[in-house]
């Protein structure tokens, strides 16, 4: 929340815009905040006092829906997890995440990360389709079995990862952190019978062997899904199951 | 030139009710069907993600001496007895399946150490029922039917298409109009079936639970092509928002053991729900904490004015919250800064679930009356009013009735589509003209409006204000009338409000006034179904009746649009089938 009475102070918020018309140029705007202020909290006090135009994507405000994800002062986060004071600075510089193309001022184009997370089948396969839809009784999975996928999906696909990855800005054809994360998910649910056809679709250059483990994307996921470390065990299990056909 | 999509069937919502019917169709059509999702957000950022606590179901009967007739039973009593009792039965019979369908998709269920799937207690339920995944139930059953849904060619996902209007014509779905965010371009999705699952509308009020999102537009677009709307007067107030944002604190927190106290450090509810105490159902827990709040022992939090209790967690111990609740702690701590390992919550009564909504029969099929049904309309899930929730829902109900209902729907459109030939996606005249009508209406006058202008986020903040205060969990006539005439003072000051924003590419500000102009409709009618309803059921309480009344009242409010006029209202009966109305304690 942001604008009202007691507890508030000024800061100066700059945000880096862009229209297809005008090209980028920057925006700056003057917000009060209290210590409850998020940066999407002033985000959208300035769209509803100040400055209409602003284009924002945003919507649960709990950082769970993965909408809002923007670079603030440097770094890929979460604008509705980003409390403003625990920044400790009053200016803040927000500019639209690395690595995607740009729609409009802090909203990006999410199509292409959408077709790469698709493209590693992220749903689970079974041997019998027919038996998989018609759910008498449920698969048993100890909460053991459950611990060896559950972080990992744990994605919201808010791109941060993405953004964040050094090896994106380079290669445009990677299938980047998200996706190969989600590639491991999925192979490692003991209920999934998709096995090494998994390995097979991340097994290529644009796939894992394009990773260089610099590990941005663990820093910056905002749900501690560790895109790295899944990224390093697919190596590790292609490479097992490689030595073994030898 | 308006591009027009033609679809068998088109889906407005992509919630877990949307997306489940748009599963249930394809997966029932095996291919030979065009299915189309048009969401106004990226389609997996849908609110259903936010659910956290759990879905009800009756999994294991004889092992936890439970029942389907016992989960009708609590049901239909949470409902304060308003509830359509074979809506229910339909509910508790064919939640326990979905369970096992989510299973089968991947989703990830807490689990039992024997491998079956773990339940735990929840507000109103006798028995613990509650399956959940860890406190983010409905983000991992969201994140799997998204996830599933890609396997199938035949669903087009149309992220980010704002919907402006539902086309009517001959008492038949056409079609809607909307918006292509990313380009601005106005289009048409032509179906031979339609399905309404754009939740519910709590964003009308200013301290929600709800994402911003949550503007109830699937209602309102409903309404305007006069389809009556149900039962709207029912607005859940969740015990537990933390302030001053109204995130949710789930009810699971209480369900593991959490406390509620008041300023003098009393465990409050032992004098309205004794037995029950923290699990007593939303609406008798809100009115306890408000009743509190007034009486003078809340606190007042400096910063917005809020004034609140505190939910008590710290006796559960760190193990048992980073097992059973890690997402609250995570919320809080990041939100609040408060550790509930070490410190209590502040929290106090949000606006949080919409009861009400389109109006349907008991498989979701939309009804213009108490008999005649709109053949190829259904609507499902928070948007939708079958009623399984009457006056109040049980907490874990919500996310049950999203897939029932989406399974439900989704197969009867695939089956009514599939007997439809093609020749039904032409455009007539008639519809072309309400076609250009409704791109004017959109385009011209909204974007065009020159003089003196109001800003609409000022009438929007005024809305949510009014709601806040003389709408919220105590009503009376007083409150109710003053209520009424804001929001036709704010509707003329609408009239005059302009979107500044021009561009075509992703116009947020339009988007933001469209969705305005369906909160105003919404609250007129929240507002008119409480000012006509002179008793107390379930989460509609009057402090000038403050008693229910089943003699006048055991019936379900319509609301219906009049051009011009104020709304109209009529009643239905409530179908009861095995349970008569009884004193309502805990």
């Known amino acids: 929340m942001a604008e009202k009475g007691k507890g508030y102070k000024s800061v100066i918020i700059k945000v880096k815009r862009y229209d297809p018309g005008k090209g980028f140029y920057d925006s700056e705007y003057n917000v009060k905040i209290s210590r409850y202020s998020t940066v999407l909290d002033a985000l959208l006090s300035i769209i509803e006092k100040q400055d209409p135009t602003l284009a924002v994507r945003y919507s649960c405000r709990m950082g769970i829906c993965g909408s809002c994800g923007m670079i603030i002062n440097g770094v890929p986060r979460l604008a509705c997890e980003t409390n403003i004071m625990g920044l400790g600075v009053d200016k803040i510089y927000v500019e639209p995440m690395y690595n995607l193309k740009i729609v409009r001022d802090l909203v990006v184009d999410a199509s292409d990360f959408f077709k790469k997370h698709r493209s590693v089948k992220p749903y689970l396969i079974r041997k019998d389709e027919e038996e998989q839809f018609r759910a008498a009784e449920e698969y048993r999975q100890t909460p053991e079995q459950l611990e060896n996928f559950l972080p990992f999906a744990y994605c919201i696909k808010c791109g941060l990862c993405v953004a964040a990855c050094p090896v994106v800005a380079e290669k445009p054809g990677f299938l980047g952190p998200q996706a190969l994360a989600q590639a491991y998910r999925w192979y490692a649910d003991s209920r999934d019978q998709g096995g090494i056809s998994r390995l097979e679709l991340v097994d290529s250059f644009d796939g894992v062997w394009s990773c260089e483990f610099a590990g941005s994307c663990s820093r910056v996921c905002p749900k501690g899904v560790d895109p790295a470390f899944a990224i390093q065990i697919l190596k590790t299990e292609i490479f097992k199951k490689k030595l073994i056909k030898r | ?586």
Not at chain 2, 66 to 76: C, K, R
Not at chain 2, 222 to 230: F, L, S, T, V
Not at chain 2, 265 to 273: D, N
Not at chain 2, 503 to 518: A, C, G, H, P, V
Request: charged share 25%; with cysteine.
């Open chain 2, 1 to 586: 030139m308006v591009e027009i999509l033609k679809y068998d069937i088109v889906i407005l919502g992509s919630g877990l009710a949307g997306l489940r019917a748009a599963f249930q169709a394809a997966l029932t059509s095996k291919d030979r069907l065009r299915i189309a999702v048009v969401s106004k957000l990226h389609a997996m950022r849908s609110h259903s993600v936010s659910a956290e606590g759990g879905i009800s179901a009756v999994l294991y009967p004889k092992e936890m001496n439970d029942s389907i007739d016992l989960h009708a039973y609590d049901t239909v009593k949470g409902s304060d007895f308003l509830a359509d009792q074979d809506a229910v039965e339909l509910l508790v019979k064919l939640v326990p399946e979905e369970i096992r369908f989510f299973d089968h998709l991947g989703t990830p269920w807490s689990r039992r150490p024997d491998g079956r799937i773990a339940q735990r207690p929840f507000g109103g339920m006798s028995v613990p029922r509650a399956v959940f995944a860890a406190d983010k139930t409905g983000f991992f059953m969201m994140s799997t039917l998204y996830d599933n849904l890609l396997r199938f060619n035949n669903v087009d996902i149309y992220h980010e298409n704002m919907a402006t209007s539902i086309l009517m014509e001959n008492g038949m779905f056409r079609g809607v109009t909307a918006i292509d965010m990313a380009t601005g371009e106005f289009r048409v999705f032509l179906g031979k079936a339609g399905i309404i699952a754009t939740g519910g509308a709590g964003r009308v009020y200013s301290f929600v639970t709800v994402a911003n999102s949550s503007t109830g537009d699937g209602i309102a677009m409903a309404y305007r092509a006069g389809i009556p709307i149900k039962d709207m007067e029912f607005v859940q107030f969740h015990p537990t928002g933390m302030v001053p944002s109204g995130v949710l604190i789930t009810e699971a927190a209480r369900g593991e053991g959490g406390y509620l106290i008041n300023k003098e450090g009393e465990r409050f509810l032992k004098r309205y729900a004794p037995q029950k105490m923290e699990l007593a159902p939303r609406d008798i827990i809100s009115r306890a904490i408000m009743t509190e709040i007034k009486e003078g022992r809340g606190f007042v939090q400096e910063e917005s004015g809020l004034e609140h209790v505190l939910l008590d967690l710290r006796h559960l111990g760190e193990e048992k919250i980073n097992e059973r609740l890690p997402m609250i702690r995570e919320l809080s701590k990041k939100l609040i800064g408060v550790d509930p390992v070490s410190e209590p919550i502040p929290v106090r009564p949000t606006t949080h679930y919409t009861m009400g909504g389109v109006h349907t029969d008991t498989y979701g099929q939309v009804m213009l009356d108490e008999s005649t049904r709109i053949p190829n309309l259904w609507a499902a899930g928070e948007a939708a009013c079958v009623s399984i929730h009457g006056a109040n829902r049980l907490g874990s109900n919500s996310l049950g009735e999203t897939v029932v209902w989406g399974r439900l729907t989704g197969e009867a459109a695939a089956q009514y589509a599939m007997r439809t030939p093609d020749t039904v996606l032409q455009v007539s005249s008639t519809l072309d003209e309400a076609i250009k009508r409704e791109e004017s209406r959109v385009f011209d006058k909204l974007l065009h409006v020159e003089s003196a202008a109001e800003n609409p986020y000022d009438i929007r903040e005024e809305l949510q204000t009014t709601m806040d205060k003389k709408v919220g969990v105590f009503r009376d006539q007083r409150g109710l009338e003053e209520a009424w005439s804001t929001i036709k003072r704010l509707k003329e000051r609408f009239s005059r409000a302009r979107v500044e924003n021009r561009t075509r590419i992703y116009n947020n500000n339009l988007r933001d006034f469209i969705e305005l102009s369906f909160m105003l409709d919404i609250a007129e009618i929240i507002v008119v179904g409480a000012l006509n309803r002179t008793e107390s059921r379930g989460a509609h309480y009057r402090l000038d009746y403050p008693k229910r009344d089943d003699v006048n009242w055991l019936k379900h409010t319509l609301v219906y649009y009049r051009r011009g006029e104020p709304p109209s209202i009529s009643y239905i009966p409530v179908r009861i089938t095995r349970w008569a109305p009884e004193e309502r304690k805990y």
